[in-house]
């Protein structure tokens, strides 16, 4: 898991920080010993050796303490870092089915949990260093007193008892306040995506703000409240315990052991050096508590930081298939999260596609047509039936069966920099070719293969979205409903010139249309109903 990951790549960092925090729990007994000493005996004589060997020990303290902090904040500086590469690497490696059929928030996951994970890896060596602190301190207090350390490690543990029932008691709503912060997140998305609404319909706003979103932070407050108070009152349990122990120490150190009171001094003052690294180890539990439920969280939305990220680059398995003649669907099936047999999204359809067709796919409102496009391109994975390639599996071959396709998806998102099908930035002239044959030369320039603007009119977008289209050049382009947002011109252009002239270019084309004037264009279109492919026409039956 990460934590792993994250020691082997710092291992002498750590090991500096642990060193530096074993040399700071040394000169904190050195220190003790010798104030105990002091306290126990008294100066042997006015002179500078006493001071000095405080200011020594201080100093030493002083020291290593500083520098383990701040070789801690470099560290906790890079893991987060380290955790945003990690979780963003996920996210993208993520399918994207995982990802439509989540509830939970990526940006959330990327805020909060980095923020929580962090403090959880950090407060590993510091809680490393408080136990063996208290180990030494115990060891110390051993050598004054055995019976008197008994009676503290009684009361320590019932501190510890307390705290780990505590801990399961806290674990279920550390979760829920996970996922109460997830569904404040996910409204929070509401109040940007959904501004223009809210701002025309002033009861819509009024129903996120008070339906929504106060119920939501309100829900959020309460299981923050009853986390915090649950951690609280343990810390303040702890604390009490630790000094009333210390109280019982005194009065039964006299009045049952009858130690002379140098021992019960010295004993005393180190058990108060012990609540240090005691609180600290109780109120640990704050970031365990919280971390552990960001680590829970990013396994429920699909994220787990266990193992390695699968990386981008083509590997060895997916061998080119150029030269592949066409793309099979064979009885395959797709529904929805929900769903029910025999009322599915998609299938089961057969259907084959060859190489350098233009075929258009036409039906009705939730006919099945955008996820007969995303089972295509394997961004859904279809529960029965299978997609082949020349009769091969996609199974092991799906990222460069991916690369063979690029096109505009009914809900697209249009990254302002053009890059090519290697991810290399496209040259301005050819890009500005292309912004002027899409008509939008006057309207957006471009600048190191940047677009200089994507807020532009819904065709508009499209038509940048196509451009991207024609960097990547890939061997497959797929429309879902383009040209709908296009004006009569542009519409009839796309379907007389544009796809005839991909199509010149050996270019395989998948078109979602609602156009018939158009029909007959494509070599072929297939019809959706329900789900199920209902006609099937060629060219020469069209025309
Ligand atoms: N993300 C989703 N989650 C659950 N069900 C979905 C999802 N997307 C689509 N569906 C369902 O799957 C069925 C087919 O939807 P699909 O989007 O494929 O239809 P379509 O033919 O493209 O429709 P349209 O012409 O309106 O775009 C519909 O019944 C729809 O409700």
């Not at 306040?177 to 109040?191: H, K, M, Q």
């Not at 991909?502 to 156009?515: E, N, P, Q, V, Y």
Request: glycine share 8%; proline share 3%; aromatic share 8%.
């Amino acid at each position: 898991m990460i934590l792993k990951r994250f020691l082997r790549r710092h291992r002498g960092a750590l090991l500096a920080a642990v060193v530096l925090s074993a040399m700071s729990a040394v000169s904190t007994m050195g220190l003790l010993s010798h104030i105990n000493r002091l306290a126990a005996n008294g100066l042997p004589a006015l002179g500078a050796r006493p001071l000095a060997t405080g200011i020594a020990w201080l100093l030493a303290l002083l020291a290593s303490n500083g520098a383990s902090q701040f070789i801690l904040a470099r560290l906790g500086a890079s893991l987060v870092a380290q955790l945003r590469v990690d979780l963003s690497n996920r996210f993208i490696d993520l399918d994207y089915e995982t990802l439509a059929t989540t509830k939970h928030s990526i940006v959330g996951s990327l805020i909060e949990d980095v923020a929580s994970i962090a403090p959880l890896v950090l407060v590993a060596p510091l809680l490393a260093y408080n136990i063996l602190l208290a180990t030494l301190y115990a060891g110390y207090l051993a050598s004054v007193s055995l019976p008197l350390l008994g009676i503290l490690l009684a009361f320590l543990g019932s501190t510890l008892l307390v705290s780990l029932t505590l801990e399961r008691y806290l674990r279920t709503r550390f979760d829920r306040l996970r996922n109460a912060s997830d569904t404040v997140f996910e409204y929070f998305r509401y109040l940007s995506d959904g501004k223009k609404e809210m701002t025309l319909n002033a009861s819509r706003a009024t129903y996120v703000a008070d339906e929504l979103l106060g119920p939501a932070i309100q829900r959020a407050r309460a299981l923050s409240v009853q986390v915090n108070t649950g951690l609280g009152v343990n810390e303040a349990w702890s604390s009490a315990v630790v000094y009333g122990s210390v109280f019982v120490i005194v009065y039964l150190g006299y009045a049952l052991l009858a130690l002379p009171q140098a021992t019960v001094v010295s004993f005393v003052i180190g058990a108060l050096f012990l609540s240090g690294p005691v609180a600290f180890i109780v109120s640990a539990a704050r970031q365990v508590g919280v971390g552990t439920a960001s680590l829970r969280h990013l396994q429920r939305v699909g994220l787990d930081l266990a193992g390695e990220t699968a990386g981008r680059v083509p590997d060895a398995e997916t061998e080119p298939l150029d030269t592949w003649a066409c793309i099979r669907l064979d009885q395959v099936a797709y529904r929805y999260p929900g769903e029910t047999e025999p009322r599915v999204a998609l299938g089961p359809v057969s259907l084959e596609i060859r190489r350098g067709e233009m075929v258009f796919i036409v039906g009705g409102n939730g006919s099945g047509k955008s996820t007969l496009l995303l089972v295509l391109s394997s961004l859904l994975t279809p529960h029965a039936g299978r997609v082949t390639i020349d009769g091969v599996p996609l199974d092991g071959n799906v990222r460069r069966y991916r690369e063979r396709f690029t096109g505009v998806f009914g809900d697209f998102f249009l990254f302002p920099h053009v890059i090519d099908a290697t991810g290399r930035r496209v040259s301005d002239d050819r890009i500005a070719q292309w912004l002027t044959a899409l008509g939008l030369g006057t309207h957006v320039q471009v600048n190191h293969g940047e677009l200089s603007k994507l807020a532009l009119s819904t065709g508009q977008r499209k038509r940048l979205a196509l451009l991207q289209c024609y960097a990547e050049d890939r061997e497959i382009f797929f429309f879902d409903e383009w040209a709908a947002d296009q004006d009569t011109h542009f519409r009839d252009h796309f379907y007389r010139t544009l796809l005839p002239a991909l199509k010149t270019r050996g270019k395989t084309i998948i078109a979602i249309s609602h156009d018939d004037r158009y029909f007959h264009v494509a070599d072929r279109v297939v019809k959706l109903d329900g789900g199920k492919i209902v006609e099937d026409v060629r060219q020469a039956e069209l025309t």
